[in-house]
């Protein structure tokens, strides 16, 4: 494999460094929401999408038929890791999930609606696919769908809604056929999420974002904003989550936690003697730089497979989702662990060693997780998937 950018990759980084320095904006640029950063959830995050709109990378990989350009996935993905490396927000849910799978079995109805809104910036999406009896196992959601006159009726309960506060539409899983099995019967919709009955509670995390907890009662939604065939919502799900398993998790952020603690090691002392010099932090430290390289490299394995396979690459996108989550919790334990005590003040506390990005870093990495299936769902996708072991090994 070549390893090197191609004149033209090369080209389209220096582009969208330009644009980001031309466009600096601290309420906009945030790395220490860390993965949080990617949501457009202020005026000020929309209006810099509209910029990213207005260059036509959000619809580098869609077909041209329907506003983009037929391009490689390699550029998204080099997009979003220049976007996240600043804490920018990334091209997000709309141009993936929403997007893709709407071009693949959206009606025309939807693709019309929908997609040139998704090219220009003007609509957000939160996706609902958990319940409290369905966290990382869709197929076991319970959120109703009853068929009434031309439309749907849905009761129920989401959870870890991300962006259900802020969003504009609801990309929503529900149960249309109950006696079905479970991975069948299964079909998704959009839903505005300004519906008279739906209810939107908030549910803070543990890292100091906002997820929620949306409660439907009587929501009425007419079958044209049923996506794709009836209860085949999980097939399409599943799909889906391949595409956020990777692009939710850039590694960018992961790559400039490690450069900050290796910044800090540099020049920090502990009992008068340099932490550089300290032989356990040294081999510490060069275990994390080597398994950043490999986490950079599973990266670019991802996107150069899903280029070149007609095949969703679910195991590739399960294998990068674990490696790159449970590596920035082992680079957020190792923080703790070197920084020492300081590393417990919280971020902005004007004494606290690296600002307080180790407690807050700390905090964040648990959460990733979990979001997109936790590492546990991975796990048991590589190993039935990927390796060919029985179910219930």
């Known amino acids: 494999m070549d390893f090197e950018f191609t004149a033209e990759e090369r080209e389209f980084i220096r582009e969208v460094k330009e644009f980001l320095r031309e466009n600096h904006d601290p309420l906009v640029m945030d790395v220490t929401r860390e993965n949080m ?81 998704i090219l220009n910036a003007e609509v957000e999406f939160a996706v609902g696919y958990s319940e409290p009896s369905a966290g990382s196992d869709s197929a076991a959601m319970r959120l109703r769908a009853e068929r009434q006159g031309e439309g749907w009726v849905l009761n129920g309960q989401k959870i870890f809604t991300t962006s259900a506060h802020f969003a504009d539409w609801y990309w929503v899983g529900a149960r249309t056929d109950v006696d079905a099995p479970k991975h ?51 097939q399409y799900i599943a799909e889906a989550l391949d595409i956020e398993r990777f692009t939710l998790f850039t590694f960018a952020p992961i790559r400039g936690r490690v450069e900050l603690l290796c910044d800090y090691v540099k020049t920090a002392r502990r009992d008068g003697k340099p932490l550089k010099d300290d032989p356990v932090i040294r081999q510490k430290v060069a275990q994390l730089a080597t398994e950043c390289e490999v986490g950079k490299l599973l990266g670019v394995k991802f996107v150069t497979t899903a280029m070149h396979s007609n095949k969703t690459p679910t195991v590739e996108a399960s294998c990068y989702k674990l490696y790159a989550t449970e590596f920035s919790l082992r680079v957020a334990n190792a923080t703790m662990d070197i920084v020492g005590p300081g590393a417990q003040l919280a971020l902005g506390t004007t004494e606290a060693p690296l600002n307080g990005r180790a407690e807050s870093c700390y905090t964040y990495t648990v959460i990733d997780t979990i979001g997109g299936g936790s590492s546990e769902v991975q796990k048991n996708i590589i190993t039935k998937r990927g390796l060919g072991l029985p179910k219930n090994f």
Request: aromatic share 10%; net charge neutral; proline share 7%.
């Open 37 to 117: 950063a990617q949501v457009c959830d202020t005026p000020e995050r929309r209006a810099f999408m509209k910029k990213v709109a207005e260059r036509g990378w959000l619809g580098i990989t869609w077909p041209r038929e329907y506003g983009g350009q037929d391009g490689e996935g390699f550029y998204e993905y080099l997009l979003n890791e220049l976007l996240s490396s600043v804490g920018a927000p990334q091209i997000g849910k709309g141009v993936g999930i929403i997007g893709k799978t709407l071009i693949k079995v959206g009606s025309d109805k939807l693709k019309q609606e929908f997609l040139p809104k």
């Open 184 to 234: 069948n019967g299964i079909s998704l919709f959009l839903v505005p999420m300004n519906h008279p009955g739906l209810t939107i509670h908030p549910m803070p995390t543990m890292g100091g974002e906002r997820t929620n907890g949306v409660f439907f009662d009587d929501v009425y939604v007419p079958d044209e904003y049923r996506v794709g065939e009836l209860n085949k919502g999980f």
